[in-house]
T-cell receptor, first 113, second 112 residues
């Protein structure tokens, strides 16, 4: 299994609070992605990174920010959590650009109450 | 609207029956991938199809890539309860080859 660790695995937070999810990899892969998964929508790309300090927006980036200060860590921050951000969040890594195999973490279930 | 449209959304069949899942788009892809996801886990890659018209077989699973590289299908022969799961197609369109996009998925349930 690819070495990807997401933390926390579960979190309940209140509306309006900031939340940071962490993705840590031991594979030294260049590309890292954050997705959210909701019923009926599948996996939707939030942000991705193509190198240290190099990030870009995906299709559902509003309300989210990311940072990548080291190759192995990719952080996703919800500046002010809303109930619509209740979801399961997956981090993925890939060695090459998007059209290649991506390895996924086990996900973080976030509930905003 | 999703870049990749999967159908059907749900599929429930008896053990031993065959099933087909479809993945369609109006965009052209350099390759398409199929993933399988089990509850509480992240998706795991099953196969990547690269050439238009390509057919790949993985035991009882057959994957096809359309000639125009806009669609793909997954066929399972003699399904078993162990095939139960969420099947997702994914790909990065030629114009945005860094954005791996996913279909909404097909939930397959195989009853014993």
């Amino acid at each position: 299994d690819a070495g990807i660790t997401q933390s926390p695995r579960h979190k309940v937070t209140e509306t309006g609070t900031p939340v940071t999810l962490r993705c840590h990899q031991t594979e030294n892969h260049r590309y890292m992605y954050w997705y959210r998964q909701d019923p009926g929508h599948g996996l939707r790309l939030i942000h991705y990174s193509y190198g240290v300090k190099d990030t870009d927006k995906g299709e559902v980036s509003d309300g989210y920010s990311v940072s990548r200060s080291k190759t192995e860590d990719f952080l996703l921050t919800l500046e002010s959590a809303t109930s619509s951000q209740t979801s399961v969040y997956f981090c993925a890594i890939s060695e090459y650009l998007g059209d290649t195999e991506a390895f996924f973490g086990q996900g973080t279930r976030l509930t905003v109450v | 609207t999703q870049l990749l449209e999967q159908s059907p959304q749900f599929l429930s069949i008896q053990e031993g029956e065959n099933l087909t899942v479809y993945c369609n788009s109006s965009s052209v892809f350099s390759s398409l991938q199929w993933y399988r996801q089990e509850p509480g886990e992240g998706p795991v890659l099953l196969v990547t199809v690269v050439t238009g018209g390509e057919v790949k077989k993985l035991k009882r699973l057959t994957f096809q890539f359309g000639d125009a590289r806009k669609d793909s299908s997954l066929h399972i022969t003699a399904a078993q309860p162990g095939d139960t799961g969420l099947y997702l197609c994914a790909g990065a369109p030629l114009q945005d080859d860094y954005k791996l996009s996913f279909g909404a998925g097909t939930t397959v349930t195989v009853r014993a």
